[in-house]
């Protein structure tokens, strides 16, 4: 990661960490890194979610890009996957994404889309972190004609959901589905796309205020969908992000189906028809046991990577493989697009569902998962730092891994995306596990958060 960059772009408290003078030079600096040999006046999407801060965040940004000659077209609250798959569509110099995804409403962030619809490189980041560590000084700013102006387009939501409803191909008739948009950028699409599938769709999480975007909604708030799920009968339930580039679901009886199972089901299927490309899923070192032992008793190879969806998406490109994504929800087909895209995954597992003629249960009956205990240890940056050098923990977490022997692991990391450093304990004894984490826990409260 680098200083301001994290796994998803910049994030933080959106008007202390994330600030807008710090917008304004990202914007300045993306547009000098990104169109410096392109010998033509720059054209930059910006989409946002439903956040209170997005606009501000919006404006600022958009006054940086235009101080240094870019025009700037504005496409809205709309979902990050589209923001990806339109930048192709509409052959722009590049896209930005004001969000923080599944984060509460007092966060917010910038992720940059270069033209191919991929997210930058680390080495692309990295020039446009030295813009703003000196303040973008020795930067020509734009004067007369040659400031960049501001259009605002209408047409993003209906050409993104037309691509995904191509790129789905399937009939969803007969499904009776609770679709949960976490009050955030997805509804407009989802509304649109699943009941024009086929599916007969109930919508909850559709009223964004500013302020309500993952409040108590959406994956990673799954309590009220499940619920809403077994009271009114659906067939299943599926929930997205507040920016829409995650999908997890549940079952008819309620019972989450995460993301580790969505690629089981989907790359078993892609198996079927011949399309998995390698014989293989790329998922991070957070997936499941379980999930692994089951791919390997269907022949199909697992490749695991560091936490975060750039690093899946690196090998998936690197090593020409098909499917891959995170436990979270995040999963990328790369058949079909360039970044993770909750809708697009939810249309492919509901055609799944109905060809199948199963009930979601049988599905989500996969495998078994191994028991797993996470807990998220609130941390700041110099304690996220700190944590990182300390041998004596380093050791002591070692120690606790060799306790599990085979029976279990062990994975403690920093967030880089969040305030926190996760404890991971996963194996056959939840007692044992949950015993464990709770050490490892209090041994990074004694040395890095108290101490």
Do not use: W
């Not at 990806?84 to 004001?98: C, E, P």
């Not at 889309?113 to 734009?142: H, R």
């Not at 259009?151 to 679709?179: A, F, H, Q």
């Not at 936490?307 to 090998?315: I, M, T």
Request: charged letters at 25%; aromatic letters at 6%.
């Amino acid at each position: 990661m680098g200083k301001y960059f994290g796994t998803d772009g910049v994030r933080g408290v959106a008007g202390a960490d994330l600030t807008c003078e710090m917008a304004m030079l990202i914007g300045r600096g993306a547009a000098a890194v990104l169109t410096s040999s392109t010998g033509h006046k720059p054209r930059i999407l910006i989409g946002k979610d439903t956040r209170q801060s997005g606009d501000m965040l919006e404006a600022a940004l958009t006054a940086g890009l235009c101080s240094v000659g870019a025009d700037v077209e504005s496409l809205g609250v709309v979902p990050t996957p589209a923001v990806a798959y339109l930048v192709r569509k509409y052959n722009t110099d590049a896209g930005v994404v004001i969000s923080a995804s599944h984060n509460p409403m007092e966060f917010n962030g910038i992720k940059i889309f270069a033209g191919t619809g991929y997210k930058l490189p680390d080495e692309v980041e990295n020039e446009i972190e030295a813009y703003i560590d000196n303040q973008c000084a020795g930067l020509k700013l734009a004067t007369g004609d040659d400031v960049g102006r501001v259009t605002y387009r209408t047409d993003g939501i209906k050409d993104y959901t037309d691509y995904l409803y191509e790129s789905i191909n399937g009939d969803l008739s007969g499904l009776n589905v609770c679709i949960d948009c976490a009050n955030g950028a997805s509804a407009a699409v989802a509304r649109q796309l699943f009941p024009r599938l086929g599916a007969k769709c109930t919508f909850i999480g559709v009223e964004p205020d500013g302020k309500n975007i993952n409040a108590g909604v959406g994956s990673t708030h799954l309590d009220n969908l499940e619920k809403a799920v077994i009271e009114g009968g659906f067939d299943c339930g599926i929930a997205f992000d507040g920016d829409a580039d995650r999908c997890l679901a549940c079952d008819e009886k309620g019972q989450e189906i995460d993301g580790d199972k969505v690629i089981a089901l989907l790359a078993m299927n892609m198996k079927e028809k011949g399309c998995l490309d390698g014989n293989t899923a790329v998922v991070t070192v957070m997936s499941n046991l379980g999930f692994i032992k089951f791919m390997e008793s269907q022949g199909i190879h697992t490749e695991k990577t560091a936490v975060g969806d750039r690093y899946v998406l690196e090998n998936m490109r690197e090593n020409g493989y098909a499917i891959g994504g995170e436990q979270s929800g995040h999963v990328i087909l790369l058949h079909h697009a360039t970044t993770g895209d909750g809708e697009l995954t939810a249309g492919k597992l509901l055609k799944l569902l109905a060809k199948s003629g199963k009930k979601m249960s049988e599905l989500n009956g996969i495998y078994a998962q191994y028991p797993q205990v996470l807990v998220n240890v609130v941390a700041n940056a110099a304690q996220k730092a700190a944590y990182k050098e300390d041998k004596v923990l380093a050791d002591f977490i070692e120690n606790e891994q060799q306790k599990l022997m085979d029976m279990g692991r062990v994975l403690v990391r920093v967030s880089g995306t969040e305030p926190k450093i996760r404890v991971m304990v996963e194996g056959q004894d939840l007692e044992a596990i949950d015993l464990c984490a709770k050490r490892i826990v209090d041994k990074i409260n004694e040395r890095i958060i108290e101490g």
